[in-house]
């Protein structure tokens, strides 16, 4: 299938903003809309992360993944199956990922079982020398989404992929605004947080409130991934000023 696609950014005033210009999706009046979430997104070492995951928590009997802002899933199924393809390692207590999102249409996406891919996506999976087949079957089912802004569109092909059961298993999709889920979480010293390019969309003083957040809640050893979003918006420093370090770049460990 071919559609045209223009970046531009979807508009809703109730949430923050967010640009599309990646993967796109079709309303049920066929107007689609996109994210610039992807699989293996370029700003992460995923296969570090998955090491550094194993590592790190390798006394720890369970481990909960707090995967906030997931968009299209694209990151619960990258931070998955990095795990998954880690040679010789038990991954089950990493699993499931808890992958929240706030925003309605995007989290259908999620929780449809499918997922677009753009010749880009395929690209870089093919060049990391990961078996597409292996967690995901080409379709000719679509994915609609409800409740949609149109958006223009120009030029780029993607294919609809079905996820197998295999990595569907390993990831509970549910809408959750990360403020509130990071205010209740119960730390043992075994939480995994990633946040990432998204609080960029907030403001210096709810950002700061949301990184004083991660410092009261999480204890010793508890880690935090962030992205290339984060680290334009000086989170990185932020978080070396409230008692984590860094491991490898937008990778964190509480140390106090
Ligand atoms: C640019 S996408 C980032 C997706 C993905 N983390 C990545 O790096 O590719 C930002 C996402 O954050 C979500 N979001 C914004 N505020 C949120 C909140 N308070 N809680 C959970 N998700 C939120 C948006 O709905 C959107 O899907």
Redesign the pocket.
Known sequence: MRITFTPTTQYRNY??R??SNNCFYLSEQQNPIG????MF?E?LAWHKLALYEYANFHNTPKVQTL??????G??SYTQAISLLETPGMSNEKFFPIQA????DN??DVAKSGLINFSKDDITRMKNMGLDINKYFEKTNDQISLRKLFPVAVTDIDFDTYKIKPTLKDKINFQK??????LKNHKDESNTLV?????LG??SPLERTKFLNLLAEKLKPNSMVVI?S?EVSEKVDTELLYRNFAMLTQNIFRKIR
């Open positions: 949430q923050p967010f640009t994210t610039v979430s992807r997104r700003d995967q906030f802002a997931c968009s299209d694209s990151e929240m999102d706030i925003n995007i989290l959750a605004d990360m403020f509130e889920v990633l946040c990432r390019n998204v969309y907030y992205g979003m």
